[in-house]
């Protein structure tokens, strides 16, 4: 087992934008790179629409919950939601968020994952596109701070998922890759 | 050879189950139970296991094929969401006192929060009412070893034992090792013993004394009794904990560094508390915390006033759930710690709504225009958001609707003035509950309007079959029950079907109905369209007609008010108010060409 990795990363979005299925590729991830990992989701009422809010905990955690100022990482597909769920994340943590050009974000590294999923014609891909960028921006991040996983790794996740139906796999890695190579604006 | 596999905490109970060799696993859906079965069918037909999963039409007859089938001597489970269990609280009661054959487990998750529930009723509490032993899993690995540990409970000492998952373990995932699932090969053999199995009020008696022994006997067992976390730590302070508040307990004691100070129980068998463990405790600790979700069940079976902290000394909230960080406020309070406060921002939520395109959205649309100033019962799903939309006023519990439809019409009968009644429910929850209310109504001949919303699905809790859908929980084909020749069964005179995405012609037939009802008793439409949400999973696809917002629009917000479809869009600009449909939401439904009172929603053109 790799040497004592603990990460907590949380993700957050809106009913139907898909926060489920990344949380469900990260922790695959984590799987494959046998470390312990822990999710914890939104299902029921608030999946119509509401808000959605996933957490991840990949080490040695028993509790599947992450505390206030606790985040390493935080995944935002909504920006209204980073009002909302900042304040998980620790001080020098980062955030990968999804805002247009005329949104300022405080916090965080913006992409504009709305545009960039209309540019691929793959509305429903936003999720992807912010989970490539926040591979990138973690890349970036102090080295404390790194993701527990790779841009290879989430790939390879997707390739195991989507072997066989290959439409699905070609699109979702053309999502993740625009969102990995967008550039900060 | 052991495969990690991420596992969902319903489903790793799923695999406790077959693992353990259940013969028979039945259940109702509802959040956050509902993964359950379908886990296990997935199971049943990946291994190809010889045993029945099935959707029953509610929880007390689930409970009952589920515990007929421990009578033969087979391992069964019944699974399903706390208030689920008031539904089959019925059996639950007297299956403590005749006890089990094979092994029997009752699986009843709670939803402290609550997050997708009427209530936050504790399952635990209703245990003891039963006298059954509860286990309280903190994790979804632990809740798959709690099944192992339910049937062994179960079998020894002859019992229904109750586990009890909250929300936060049905719906984590946890990386899990799937072990091997056994031949079953138990002898199916129901043995005849009327004294017991259809015991009279006398044996009964005879019956509630060995149930009591048998509780005496659980609280000394040895493996399901209370564990001692960290061993090292000393001191006369000590902290009780169980559930998903254990595994949050845990962590946060370590993160402030108590782990070595402060001795840590987790108390995996809340009901029976063993006694021992008890006295020990009263006898070893002066200040003694109780930590647990929702009611304070271990600390009442402590039994002293004076030392013990918990829900009861309202040192615990007793209401909410328990997050890590109220956690860490109890634990810090509780060691003499700092505690530095936060709240966090209150952002205006977003409420959740139905879905784009969704049917309900058209028929409470239809009804507010066909009774526009009546009272609107309504009941258990998603439809219960048509409280968005004005078209819900109460909401009580599964099957309500029509009942309490009967009570308005009682209360307002010799009025002057009579409002109508117009009742809604779902096609699952009709089967649920509502038909025994709908025959009520027939025989009393109560004037109100029901709308039975056939979605042909049960929508809220990810789309299980219907009684009417005609298939079962692994895919496999079974008889439909037609929900007309139902409600003509029990005697509605007035019973028609409609389409609700025609808005015209259907809000004329449910004011044909309303004027059937004012005269002659209840009238029945069935409002039929399937969940657009269930259509795409399956791959189908419904009517598409391209819409788009005219310029005529002025931006009056009516459409927004009172239809909501989450595809609409206000703009508020400083020269000018409008709406717009949002092409990534919008499913073509093409409903809202008859909600704007201007005509502004258009066919686009080519
Ligand atoms: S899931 Fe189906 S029934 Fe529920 S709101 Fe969406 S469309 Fe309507
Ligand atoms: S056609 Fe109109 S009502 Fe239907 S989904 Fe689109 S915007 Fe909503």
């Known amino acids: ?185 | 050879m052991t495969e990690r596999r991420l596992l969902l905490g319903n489903e790793a109970i799923a695999r406790g189950l077959v693992e353990n060799g259940c013969a028979m696993a039945t259940s109702y859906p509802g959040t956050p139970a509902s993964e359950i079965l379908a886990a296990v069918a997935f199971f049943q037909k990946q291994n190809r296991i010889s045993m029945h999963t099935q959707w029953a039409v509610n929880e007390k007859i689930a409970f009952e094929i589920a515990y007929a089938g421990c009578q033969t001597g087979l391992r069964t489970a019944v699974s399903m969401k706390q208030v689920g269990l008031n539904v089959a609280s019925d059996p639950l009661m007297s299956a403590a006192y005749m006890g089990v054959n094979g092994g029997f487990v009752v699986i009843s998750a709670d939803d402290p929060g609550p997050h997708s529930s009427q209530t936050e009723q504790d399952s635990r509490m209703m245990a003891m009412m039963a006298k059954i032993p509860v286990l309280d899993p903190d994790s979804p690995e632990q809740a798959r070893e709690m099944i192992g540990l339910a049937y062994e409970i179960s079998e020894k000492y002859k019992t229904p034992v109750m586990l009890r998952p909250t929300t936060r373990v049905c719906h984590s995932r946890q990386d899990i090792d799937l072990r091997a699932i056994p031949e079953n090969n138990r002898e199916v053999n129901f043995e005849k013993n009327p004294a017991r199995w259809a015991a009279t009020p006398k044996f009964r008696l005879q019956l509630h004394k060995e149930l009591e022994g048998k509780l005496a006997a659980i609280a000394r067992y040895r493996a399901s009794a209370p564990v001692r976390l960290n061993p090292g730590a000393k001191g006369k302070k000590v902290i009780l904990s169980s559930g998903v508040a254990a595994a949050h307990t845990r962590e946060i004691m370590k993160a402030l560094k108590l782990w070595s100070k402060i001795p840590l129980y987790q108390i995996r068998q809340p009901f029976p508390l063993h006694r021992e463990f008890v006295t020990r405790l009263l006898k070893n600790y002066d200040d003694i915390l109780v930590i647990e979700e929702t009611t304070g069940v271990i600390e009442m079976q402590l039994a002293d006033r004076y030392h013990v902290k918990g829900k009861l000394s309202q040192t615990v909230s007793r209401v909410g759930e328990l997050s890590p960080e109220k956690v860490e406020e109890i634990i810090c309070g509780f060691a003499g710690l700092e505690f530095r406060q936060f709240e966090p921002p209150a952002v205006p939520g977003r409420r959740p709504t139905l879905c784009a395109g969704c049917p309900h959205r058209a028929s409470f649309f239809a009804i507010k225009k066909a009774a526009p100033r009546g009272i609107y019962t309504s009941d258990i799903g998603c439809y219960t958001l048509g409280l968005n939309l004005g078209a819900v006023d109460t909401v009580l519990c599964m099957g309500a609707a029509i009942s309490q439809a009967s009570g308005f019409y009682h209360a307002y009968k010799n009025e002057k003035k009579r409002p109508d009644v117009v009742a809604t429910i779902g096609d699952s929850t009709f089967f649920h509950a509502g038909v025994p209310a709908l025959i009520d109504a027939v025989v009393q001949k109560n004037k109100f309007v029901l709308v039975i919303l056939d979605n042909r699905t049960t929508a809220m809790t990810g789309s299980q079959p219907t009684p009417a859908s005609g298939i079962g929980a692994g895919g496999e084909p079974l008889n439909a029950v037609d929900i007309e020749s139902l409600v003509k069964g029990c005697g509605v005179k007035f019973c028609k079907l409609g389409n609700p995405y025609k808005v015209k012609e259907f809000t004329a037939l449910v004011k044909e109905a309303v004027a059937y009802s004012r005269k002659h008793g209840p009238a029945v439409v069935i409002s039929r369209y399937p969940c657009v949400i269930d259509m795409l999973r399956k791959g189908e696809t419904g009517q598409y007609i391209p819409v788009e917002v005219a310029d005529t629009c002025d931006g009056c917000g009516y459409c927004i008010q009172h239809f909501e479809c989450p595809a609409l869009i206000y703009h508020d600009d400083e020269d000018r108010k409008y709406v717009t449909i949002d092409p990534l939401l919008c499913i073509g439904c093409g409903v809202c060409l008859e909600v704007c009172p201007k005509g502004s929603f258009v066919i686009k053109k080519n």
């Open chain 1, 1 to 185: 087992m790799a040497e004592s990795i603990k990460q907590q990363l949380v993700i957050s979005g809106l009913g139907g934008q898909g926060v489920l299925f990344v949380t469900r590729l990260l922790a695959e991830a984590a799987i494959e790179k046998q470390l312990p990992v822990f999710t914890s989701e939104t299902h029921g009422m608030a999946q119509r629409g509401g808000v959605v809010l996933s957490h991840l905990k990949v080490g040695d955690f028993t509790s599947p919950l992450i505390r206030p100022f606790q985040a390493d990482g935080l995944l935002v597909l909504k920006l209204e939601n980073m009002a909302r769920h900042g304040f998980f994340l620790k001080p020098d943590g980062w955030a990968a968020v999804n805002a247009n050009a005329d949104q300022q974000s405080k916090i965080g590294a913006p992409v504009d994952a709305d545009r960039l999923a209309q540019k691929i014609s793959n509305p429903k891909a936003v999720n992807l596109i912010v989970l490539g960028w926040a591979l990138k921006t973690a890349e970036r991040a102090s080295s404390g701070n790194r993701l527990f996983c790779s841009y290879e790794d989430i790939k390879s996740v997707l390739k195991n998922r989507f072997g066989s139906q290959k439409k699905m796999l070609r699109a979702s890695l053309k999502a993740l890759e625009a969102g990995y190579n967008a550039k900060e604006k």
